[in-house]
């Protein structure tokens, strides 16, 4: 992207950019074997993170974040594209987790914040459940009063990187099994409380970022409920929003740019003169990302973003990203195996994951006629 910086913006860059040239490894990507190992690692990245007061740039400044504006933000996702730097494992704390703290949370919950920003405090996103994934007011884990207590059972299920996380944001049903949306509320729960286990899935890629988490009797205080009781549906609105917003669409912008590197320099040697319009199209998606997450961005930074908008941001970096992950693997089909087989096969699989999670294609697309073109939807529409 082409920016007239001003010098503040200048000096962000290049600030950003001697964080990088001194901190970021190369190959890491292909270091460690196991997920295990990568995550250890993306732990340890958080704290570099934060040494260099780079962990939340987009935080305000009144929780110690940078306050990044919509240009900065612009620059940071060129930056972080450029040198193929790492995101860190702790994204859902500081990208989900943190801006609903922010917004609803008591002093005590918010004193979070400080240690999220410095890595010492991973969180994950206990939403989805066997049977409530896009239609999320089926959930039927329950917290019931108990005392001083939320007694909590039931399961979770898809929850990523929770084999590494402190904490994890529960959303649950308070009230009556049948009060779908109205009965729903947010509970912050220590993964150290007796009564949960964790149990990793294996992914067709052969790593394991999901977990499966069960609570059976889990006593959790009173005071972890965040905002009022069955009142969670307006929050998990908002936490879906921005997980489908500009902040999360352009961390996937490094994974983007970097697979169609790949796929530009193997379409500069091949003879197949047929599949380069198909890369055409591809790039023509990519501009339109930039244009509609800088568009995002403005309009967020004047609270004018009309509901719906970030459904087709995206849907459009999702559906992008799958389609580069198929043009790598028409490229990469003569010499897979001397790639590594099944795990050369990576970024192909990951290019399918997003256009899953955060609510899937489908979904993005009932949501942008429902809500922006004000289309009657033919199923249930979901958050
Ligand atoms: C990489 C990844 C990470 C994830 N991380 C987390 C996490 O950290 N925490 C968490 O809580 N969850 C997480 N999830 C779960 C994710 O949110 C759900 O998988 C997703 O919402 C879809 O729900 P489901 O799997 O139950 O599929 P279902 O909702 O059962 O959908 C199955 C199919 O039916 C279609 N469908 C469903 N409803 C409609 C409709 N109304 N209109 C049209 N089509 C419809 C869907 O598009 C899909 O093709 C993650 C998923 C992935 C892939």
């Known amino acids: 992207m082409r920016l007239q910086l001003t010098p503040a913006q200048r000096a962000f860059q290049q600030d950003l950019r001697a964080f990088y040239e001194r901190e970021v490894q190369p190959g890491w990507r292909t270091r460690y074997k196991t997920f295990e190992e990568l995550g250890a690692y993306l732990l340890d990245w958080e704290k570099v993170l934060y040494r260099g007061n780079w962990s939340v740039p987009t935080w305000p400044a009144e929780f110690d974040g940078r306050g990044a504006d919509a240009i900065e933000r612009a620059i940071f996702t060129e930056e972080t594209a450029r040198f193929d730097a790492p995101e860190g494992l702790n994204r ?24 999220i920003r ?108 965040v905002g009022a009781e069955n009142g969670g549906w307006p929050i998990v609105r908002s936490v879906l929003q921005d997980e489908r917003g500009a902040e999360f ?66 849907l459009y970096t999702t559906e992008t ?8 693997v028409h490229y990469w089909a003569h010499d897979l195996f001397e790639r590594g087989g099944k795990e050369g096969l990576e970024d192909y699989y990951e290019s399918r994951h997003y256009t899953i999670s955060a609510g899937t294609s489908e979904i993005q697309r009932n949501l942008i006629a ?3 073109l004000q289309l009657p939807s033919s199923r249930r529409s979901a958050p």
Not at 92 to 111: C, E, N, W
Not at 259 to 279: C, H, L, N, Q
Not at 293 to 309: C, H, I, N
Request: glycine letters at 8%; one cysteine or more.
């Open 249 to 314: 669409c352009l961390a996937r912008y490094t994974d983007i740019r970097r697979i169609f590197e790949d796929v530009t320099s193997y379409a500069k040697t091949d003879a197949d003169r047929s599949y380069p319009g198909r890369i055409g199209a591809d790039y023509a998606r990519i501009y339109t990302i930039q244009l509609l997450a800088s568009d995002l961005l403005d309009r967020g930074q004047r609270d004018a973003t009309p509901e719906g908008l970030e459904s087709m941001l995206k």
């Open 321 to 328: 990203w799958r389609s580069l992950g198929d043009d790598q």
């Open 92 to 115: 859902l704390g500081k990208r989900l987790v943190a801006p609903v703290l922010m917004r609803h949370g008591t002093d005590a919950q918010r004193s979070h914040l400080a240690r």
């Open 370 to 372: 429902g809500r922006l």
């Open 118 to 225: 410095s890595g010492e405090e991973v969180w994950c996103q206990g939403f989805s459940e066997p049977n409530a994934g896009s239609d999320l007011v089926n959930i039927r884990t329950a917290a019931v009063r108990d005392g001083s207590d939320w007694v909590i059972n039931g399961r979770k299920i898809w929850t990523s990187f929770a084999q590494f996380a402190d904490w994890v944001m529960l959303l649950v049903r308070t009230g009556a099994a049948d009060s779908r949306a109205e009965g729903i509320s947010i509970i912050l729960v220590s993964l150290d409380t007796p009564g949960i286990e964790i149990s990793p899935i294996q992914t067709i890629a052969g790593r394991s970022e999901f977990n499966e988490v069960s609570f059976d009797d889990v006593r959790v205080p009173l005071e972890n409920l």
